[in-house]
């Protein structure tokens, strides 16, 4: 299984991203009991979070995203996705 970081941006709407949050983190914890949701949490400034998947490949992990609540709402201003390759701990 490779690891996959998306770097998340927020909007500055922050009203739609409050309603909208109970449904991503729903969606989170069940990817989290799938075993593809390696961790995830926001910003300490809350501009913007880091979502670690564990999947077979980007093309997994881009399907992940696309069916996220967050999705497709406006709530995501920038999404980058790169696989990561973890060192430490081995």
Do not use: C, N
């Amino acid at each position: 299984m490779a690891k996959f970081v998306s770097i998340i941006t927020f909007s500055t709407d922050l009203e739609k991203r409050l309603a909208i949050r109970p449904k991503h983190r729903e969606y989170l914890t069940s990817l989290l009991e799938q075993g593809k949701l390696h961790e995830s949490g926001p910003f300490a400034d809350d501009a913007g979070a880091l979502i670690i998947y564990e999947v077979a490949d980007e093309a997994e992990a881009r399907a992940i995203i696309d069916a996220d609540p967050y999705a497709g709402t406006g709530v995501i201003a920038d999404l980058q996705l790169r696989e990561w390759k973890r060192v430490f701990p081995a």
